[in-house]
């Protein structure tokens, strides 16, 4: 079976939540790819070169997820060498016999307009901004500002910017608990499967 679920959306907006479940669920592969620019950032050093020389030892690193990680990994995201570098390991893994469920910003409309189901999840800036606190704490504004940033720098660059593809099912978190934004995903997921 090749069945594709491209899951894209702002910096804590609940995709990894929400994929990991889904991903869980129907038994299929997860690839976080903010990861893959994440391990890039922190990598060091021409951050082309970095995306071509990727490493499983990089994706494993346990300094991913800190606030100026996400940040670097923006930062990196924006040069057209670096995406392309990062192409073909998405698609394929987009592709692969059994089913995947890839997050990040630009599944559904780059890396696999195919997929089978797209979901973009969003939440607004504040509510993102205090969970990513809870998650790492931190001073509050400083998390705020960061998030905003990151969303300007996401959704305006030139290649591959962030944006739900014109297909997409829009998936607003801001009022609901991650345990009912998961049960919408998993139900359009479900259809899908069925249908
Ligand atoms: O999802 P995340 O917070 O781990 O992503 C970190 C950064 O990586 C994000 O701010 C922009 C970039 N990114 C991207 O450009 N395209 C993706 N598919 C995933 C992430």
């Known amino acids: ?24 669920r129907f038994g299929l592969a997860h690839l976080d790819t903010g990861a893959l620019y994440r391990a890039v950032a922190v990598k060091g050093g021409d951050p082309v070169t970095a995306a071509q020389t990727l490493t499983a030892e990089d994706l494993a690193r346990d300094d991913l997820r800190s606030l100026e990680a996400g940040q670097a990994a923006s930062r990196v995201a924006v040069i057209p060498e670096v995406r392309a570098a990062l192409l073909d390991f998405q698609r394929r893994f987009a592709r692969r016999e059994g089913g995947a469920v890839l997050d990040g910003r630009d599944i559904g409309t780059v890396i696999c307009p195919e997929a089978e189901v797209k979901l973009f999840v969003t939440a607004s800036p504040e509510v993102r901004a205090h969970r990513r606190w809870l998650e790492l704490g931190g001073d509050q504004a400083k998390v705020l500002a960061a998030v905003k940033e990151r969303d300007a720098r996401d959704a305006g660059r030139a290649d591959a910017p962030m944006c739900a593809a014109a297909d997409a099912l829009l998936l607003d978190t801001s009022d609901l608990t991650i345990a009912e934004a998961t049960e919408q995903a998993l139900a359009a997921v479900a259809k899908a499967l069925a249908g």
């Open 1 to 24: 079976m090749i069945f594709t679920v491209a899951i894209d959306g702002p910096a804590a907006a609940g995709k990894g939540t929400i994929s990991r479940a889904v991903a869980a």
